[in-house]
Nanobody
Framework: QVQLVESGGGLVQPGGSLRLSCAAS????????MGWYRQAPGKQRELVAI???????NYADSVKGRFTISRDNAKNTVDLQMNSLKPEDTAVYYC???????????WGLGTQVTVSS
């Protein structure tokens, strides 16, 4: 019943831009913190950006100034605008929904982002 459906991944050149989108269903969207995580080969999954139900935003230091997270509670979507992409940004990007009170936690299937010449 709960679904997080991602779109927007692909291959881009260094310095390029990409916009990821995640559409959620089966949850009371406005009550969940929404986040983007990524995992590169041989590395642990890391938080990229999160926006809480109250609108508070945090970014990983490595993406500050380049990435922007946003949510639209009317559409049940969360986006990640990625600019000035670097090869180090290459990873599988995952959409996450988290409800702090009940500890409910949901994940999308992940979408590949590759930054290469």
């Amino acid at each position: 019943q709960v679904q997080l459906v991602e779109s927007g991944g692909g291959l881009v050149q260094p310095g390029g831009s990409l916009r990821l989108s995640c559409a959620a269903s089966g949850i009371t969207f406005s009550m969940y913190a929404m986040g983007w995580y990524r995992q590169a080969p041989g590395k642990q999954r890391e938080l990229v950006a999160i926006i809480t139900s109250g609108g508070n935003i945090n970014y990983a230091d490595s993406v500050k100034g380049r990435f922007t997270i946003s949510r639209d509670n009317a559409k049940n979507t969360v986006d990640l605008q990625m600019n000035s992409l670097k090869p180090e940004d290459t990873a599988v990007y995952y959409c996450n929904a988290y409800h702090g009170w009940t500890k409910r936690n949901y994940w999308g299937l992940g979408t590949q982002v590759t930054v290469s010449s």
